[in-house]
């Protein structure tokens, strides 16, 4: 069992690339999430899916995008990098609002 | 902005003690979960707790809920140096979206516990 899949999982870029980060679940799950996590700030909500066919933005949107690809697969992308967006990203899944998220290992990625 | 904040940030013990973090939250919740995080991994859940529920045990793991001082504890007994990791709190914000529910947690700074062999 893969669990959540993330690529890739290290990533440097510069100030105004591009890049999309990828996010796949093999547990059939309908909800799917994108986090931040930041030294001493904990893990922030960017986006979320709540279905197939569903985004909806977090506590921190602004700068990303996100495609619920189909069930399995939710991306992230950064269409104007920005150092502020230098960060650890987390993907999750869950079923449903009473079980438990499952998180990827996360991509880490440097923007200078 | 965060709803749950842990207490202590840090904490340090020995092999055997008992560790015990705090959270405490706004809001009313669903339920409050706990998760830990070794370094340079993601995230694993531990236990979660729903709103109508006061203590839940899983192994060496006990958390308890008091949703009047809107307040959980997680509590590790006869604690591991396998145990030592950041521990998170992260709170159930209800919401409903396309006909399915789901759960949007928010989450605390965390705890850094240390346990020396």
């Known amino acids: 069992n893969a669990g959540v899949t993330q690529t890739p999982k290290f990533q440097v870029l510069k100030t105004g690339q591009s890049m999309t980060l990828q996010c796949a679940q093999d547990?059939?799950?309908?909800?799917m999430y994108w986090y931040r996590q930041d030294p001493g700030m904990g893990l922030r909500l960017i986006y979320y899916?709540?279905?197939?066919?569903?985004?909806d933005k977090g506590e921190v949107p602004n700068g990303y995008n996100v495609s619920r690809l189909n069930k399995r697969e939710f991306s992230l992308r950064l269409e104007s990098a920005a150092p502020s967006q230098t960060s650890v990203y987390f993907c999750?899944?869950?079923?449903?609002?009473?079980?438990?998220?499952?998180f990827g290992d996360g991509t880490r990625l440097s923007i200078l | 902005s965060q709803q749950g904040e842990e207490d202590p940030q840090a904490l340090s013990i020995q092999e055997g003690e008992n560790a015990t973090m705090n959270c405490s939250y706004k809001?009313?919740?669903?339920?409050l979960q706990w998760y830990r995080q070794n370094s340079g991994r993601g995230l694993v859940h531990l236990i979660l707790?729903?709103?109508?529920?006061r203590e839940k045990h899983s192994g060496r793991l006990r958390v308890t809920l008091d949703t009047s001082k809107k307040s959980s504890s997680l509590l590790i007994t006869a604690s591991r140096a396998a145990d030592t990791a950041s521990y998170f709190c992260?709170?159930?914000?209800?919401?409903?979206?396309?006909?399915?529910?789901?759960?949007?947690?928010?989450f605390g700074q965390g705890t850094i516990l240390t346990v020396h062999p």
């Open positions: 999750a899944s869950s079923w449903d609002r009473n079980q438990p998220q499952h």
């Open positions: 547990m059939n799950h309908n909800s």
């Open positions: 899916s709540a279905s197939e066919g569903t985004t």
């Open positions: 809001t009313s919740i669903n339920n």
């Open positions: 707790i729903r709103s109508n529920e």
């Open positions: 992260a709170t159930d914000a209800v919401g409903y979206a396309g006909g399915t529910s789901y759960g949007k947690l928010t």
